[in-house]
C-alpha cells in the first residue's frame, strides 16, 4: 500500500507560479513512478507529467512541456510539480498518483491512463484566473 498527499494548490493570476507537493509513504520501494494528473470539471482525468524515483526519468504532456518540472525532494517520497506560466486553461483538480511498480520503462513511456496507476491523492486545487 501507498499513501498519496498533496498541497501547494491555491488561486493564481494567469502568469504566476505554484508548486505542488506530492508526499509517498508505504511502501514506496515498490511504486517508484509518480505521477501527477489533473482533472477540470466535466473532462477526463488527463496525465500531466511523470517522474521514477529509482533514478533518472521523466515525462510531460505537451500541454505543460517547457512550463512544468517535477523533480524529487532529497527526502527521496517526495516529489513536487512545479508550475509556471500558468493559464486558465491549467485550472483543475491536481492529483498525485503511484504505479504499483511498472518499472523505469513504464514510468517513461508517456502512458497516462489512469488506470495504469493503483494509487491516489485526494488532490489538490489548482485555480488560474485571466
Known amino acids: 500500500q501507498v499513501q498519496l498527499v498533496e498541497s501547494g494548490g491555491g488561486s493564481v493570476q494567469a502568469g504566476g507560479s505554484l508548486r505542488l507537493s506530492c508526499a509517498a509513504s508505504?511502501?514506496?520501494?515498490?511504486?517508484?513512478?509518480l505521477g501527477w494528473f489533473r482533472q477540470a470539471p466535466g473532462k477526463e482525468r488527463e496525465g500531466v507529467a511523470t517522474f521514477y524515483t529509482g533514478g533518472d526519468g521523466t515525462y510531460y504532456a505537451d500541454s505543460v512541456k517547457g512550463r512544468f518540472t517535477m523533480s524529487q525532494a532529497n527526502a527521496k517520497n517526495t516529489v513536487y510539480l512545479q508550475m509556471n506560466n500558468l493559464n486558465p486553461e491549467d485550472t483543475a483538480m491536481y492529483y498525485c498518483a503511484a504505479d504499483g511498480g511498472r518499472g523505469r520503462a513504464f514510468c517513461t513511456s508517456g502512458n497516462f491512463s489512469p488506470q495504469n496507476f493503483r494509487y491516489w491523492g485526494q488532490g489538490t486545487q489548482v485555480t488560474v484566473s485571466s
Open positions: 508505504g511502501s514506496t520501494y515498490v511504486s517508484r513512478c
